[in-house]
Nanobody, 123 residues
Framework: QVQLVESGGGLVQPGGSLRLACEAS????????LGWARQAPGKEREAVSC????????YYTDSVKGRFTISRDKAKNTIYLQMNSLKPEDTAVYYC????????????????WGKGTLVTVSS
């Protein structure tokens, strides 16, 4: 049974940084991508970033380019999302996801979701 467990959320001031982690277990190696989606109050869930299983290629949604960095440690079955220069509009529940899609198709192909971790950016 696939499990995705997120950690690292919390409260941070605007301009600050946080690093999220997602440890995956119980999966087969034929998945296409691991990544992060977020859902702010009253808004639809959106893809933030994902990393391709095959070659580590990465995708970022426009609003986080240059501020967020996704990385992975395959030996630990863990991906990370380093979030810098955080803005109040980054406030959301961040979900780890695994699936068959990548890039703009990441959300459409999600097979498994984590439970989410809350990130609040506020002074």
């Amino acid at each position: 049974q696939v499990q995705l467990v997120e950690s690292g959320g919390g409260l941070v001031q605007p301009g600050g940084s946080l690093r999220l982690a997602c440890e995956a277990s119980g999966f087969a190696e034929d998945y296409v991508a691991l990544g992060w989606a977020r859902q702010a109050p009253g808004k639809e869930r959106e893809a933030v970033s994902c990393i391709l299983n095959f070659d580590g290629d990465t995708y970022y949604t426009d609003s986080v380019k240059g501020r967020f960095t996704i990385s992975r440690d395959k030996a630990k079955n863990t991906i990370y999302l380093q979030m810098n220069s955080l803005k109040p509009e980054d406030t959301a529940v961040y979900y780890c996801a695994m699936g068959r899609g990548f890039g703009g198709y990441f959300l459409d192909g999600v097979d498994y979701w984590g439970k989410g971790t809350l990130v609040t950016v506020s002074s």
